[in-house]
């Protein structure tokens, strides 16, 4: 059986398991599972953006090592973030050859890397290798009556080259969610920057953009928001009991990565869910159940 | 006593320049970049006056709060006319500081339980972009 | 042998070059060149982690780290005495830390700035993987943590070498403290044994023993009876 190269990243082994638990789960059904390389670091979640700094790639390049060490010369991750900055930095150095030396010369103590290692998102995969029908035939509850608002961010699609669809009219999670006979949402704000690190020392800002982005999904009738970057996840999830003390009226949106939500459907073990969709999703029962 | 103040260097416009690999003498102010920038509220200056300042070499520029507030989303990036990644130059201008042993944020202030509630994904990626 | 025994080694130290006997390691060498170790030297046995020096070979453009007490000195190395550069430890109460994932963090959270460099771990003289096991603790793998750095011995030179400022060996030694305080599973036979110490098994003969005198006590020690190791 073809197998994928898989980086999870720390958020995955941490705050984000029932990412992980998801991802694993799914990809084992849908026959190319996801195997873990075996040493890993932090790739940086965030890609340098000065012209002379090598240092902040080194994070990345070891882990094409690792890559090319297993003998692949594919890197699939599932969080937004580190696909973002691994796919970056590939980009940096693949085919440069004067970093790429000075980048070898620097980590004498590994074997070169090579400058072959691609780097792909799990969504990706799941478009262009699996196939949306082959994801519809897995389907064993169909989502049907359930409106989900895809949230892209900006790590999925932005830059231009780095994106794994057009940044001005993604697809890819909306083809998601059809697949699974859920409907999906159209909002003004799927692509729009959740205010990522700048919750470390500007909170007062995430709280603001959750209320724009969710507010803004809610109208468009959305049930739940399905993301692809525990960053996004945590800033959209955590700062709705601040906006709850400012808003009364405030009404909570459930968050939950788009893994979650094929492993709802596809009966797999789904990982934590977000309470308000428990009841909806309870063990065993699909939403709807549908004709599926 | 530690500086607290920017250093003003010589070649310092071009440093900007050279850091961030950006022309911006070719941006001719459309503002497209600002319209998209989800966090101008917050900002002192719009993203299209930060790269005036730039090529007006005015000083200014260098005080301005946007380039910390700037959360690299790059919508601006993929809006420009003209190619400018505008994300490039304020991450340039963030390093200018950070290269000068100036951090924006201060991670010995960090108490645990502030820490406690925030990932690491977070806090990874805002002490690469705030200190050096 | 005599001819081994009578051969010598250069050793530059400050810029000024001596002969020492071959065979000494890198203290030993100083100290016979007339430079005294008040500081950065203790147990001289690899254990106490407070000679770590750092020399040059000749041609070599490499730094080089290592004990000064284990190291042996070869001839043409360049070597200093590394001043004492303590790194600060954060404070907490291992009673009341609430050992969830992220408690690394909260306590040292410039962890968060490792780039990955290596540097760490290049320059252990244990041969621990430092890099990855900061590396662990930002994933909040605290067992694993402590696992990789079981035979740090707090020398220090990964800290000094760090360009994150990271201090590597504080973190682990926490790591450390809350496996053993809160992750390590609990041996089956030390429960036990503190049961039977708490039910009071023990209190006769432990009266009996603290009512002897000197020369009954050694009696007794010769006579005692040793389990089966
Ligand atoms: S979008 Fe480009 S050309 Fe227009 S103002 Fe911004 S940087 Fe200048
Ligand atoms: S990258 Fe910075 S300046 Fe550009 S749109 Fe995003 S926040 Fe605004
Ligand atoms: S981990 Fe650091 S402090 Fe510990 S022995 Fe290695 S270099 Fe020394
Ligand atoms: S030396 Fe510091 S930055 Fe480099 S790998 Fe070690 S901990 Fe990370
Ligand atoms: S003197 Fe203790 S380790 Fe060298």
Redesign the interface.
Known sequence: MDRLTYFP???L????KEFEISAMAVMKVLELPLVEIE????C???F?????DL??Q??SI?NFIRVQEAGSDEIVTSCA?CYNTLKRSSLFVNHAEERLEKINA??D?EVAYEGKVEVRHLLEIIRDRIGWEKVEEAMIYPLEGLSVAPYYG?ML????QVGIDD??NPTIMRDLIDALWATPVEYAFQA??C????????RE?IVE?THRILSSARRAGADVVVTSC??CQ?NLR?TQSELKEKIPTYEEMPVMYFTQLMAVALDVDSGELPGPLLARFSVGEGVGKGEG | MARKELEIIEGLWEKVE????QNIFACYQCGMCSAGC??TD?MDMLPNQVIRGLQLRDWNTMDCSAMW?C?????C??RCPKGV?L??LM??MR?IYLRQQLD??SIDDMTPEQIS??????????F???TG | MSEQENATIRIHIMGKTYRVPAGLTIMDAMEYSGYRFIRGAGCRSGFCGACSTIYRREEDYRLQFALACQEMAEDGMYLVQLPFTPAPRSQYDLEKIDPT??VLLQYYPEIAR?????TC??ACPQDIEV??YV?AA????IARTAALSFDCIQCGLCTMRC?ADIKHYHMAQMARRIYGRYLSPVPEHLEEQLREIEEGVCDSELDKLVAMNEEELVLAYAARIREEE
């Open positions: 990243g720390c958020s082994k941490d705050e984000a040493r890993w670091n932090c940086g979640t965030v340098s953006l000065t012209e002379d240092m902040h080194l994070a070891r973030m620097f980590m103590e900006c699609l932005r830059p231009r940044p001005d729009e920057c205010g990522s690190y700048q919750v470390v020392d500007h800002l953009r525990p960053l945590y955590e | 050279e850091l961030s690999g989800p966090f917050e507030i959360a690299s989303c790059f919508s990036q993929v990644d994300a490039k991450e340039a390093q924006h944020v509630k925030l990932p690491q994904i977070a806090l990874v990626a805002n690469r972009k705030k | 994932e992220n490792c780039v990955s460099c290596n771990t290049k890099m990855d590396q930002l994933r909040g793998d360009p």
